[in-house]
């Protein structure tokens, strides 16, 4: 089941610059950068409860966030649903049709394990689901 909007991602061609204007300028408190090699994203936090802000930012200048930054120079990237059974949520979802990104979760941010729906199966929006280290 499907129980918070866990974080919004925001694709940042500058990384260190976009961190200072979330912290100095927006006066949001920063939990930090990790690197989630297997989704070739370097990431950082801003929690806002009940949910998080998220930057997002090409690790070593590769993978999907370089290609949307090569389109779109930057901009809202991502919505992530927290989930308390991805399995359940992702077989019930493909049951009604969405087009998943990969066939099962994969390692996220924090220990989670995320999975993306394509953004055509949502209006444009590029949807990830996410399970928390400690809900799994
Ligand atoms: C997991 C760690 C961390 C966490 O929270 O824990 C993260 O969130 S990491 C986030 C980075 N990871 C991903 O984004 C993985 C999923 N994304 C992808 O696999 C690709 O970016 C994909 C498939 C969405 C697009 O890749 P593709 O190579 O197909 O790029 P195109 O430029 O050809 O795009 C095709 C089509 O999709 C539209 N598009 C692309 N990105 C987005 C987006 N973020 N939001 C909305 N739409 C998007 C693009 O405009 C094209 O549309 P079209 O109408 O066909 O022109
Ligand atoms: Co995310």
Do not use: W
């Amino acid at each position: 089941m499907i129980t918070a909007l866990d974080h919004i991602a925001i694709a940042v061609p500058d990384f260190e610059k976009a961190i200072k204007r979330f912290m100095e300028d927006f006066g949001l408190t920063f939990d930090g950068t990790e690197d989630v090699v297997p989704a070739r994203t370097s990431t950082a936090f801003f929690p806002l409860p009940p949910t998080s802000i998220e930057l997002v930012h090409p690790l070593n200048g590769e993978g999907p966030i370089a290609g949307y930054l090569e389109k779109k120079g930057g901009g809202l990237h991502h919505l992530c649903f927290r989930s308390d059974n991805i399995e359940e949520d992702v077989e019930r979802l493909k049951a009604k049709g969405y087009q998943f990104l990969a066939d099962a979760p994969t390692p996220g941010a924090h220990g989670s394990k995320v999975i993306f729906i394509h953004p055509r199966s949502c209006d444009g929006v590029l949807i990830e689901i996410n399970q928390p280290a400690d809900e799994h």
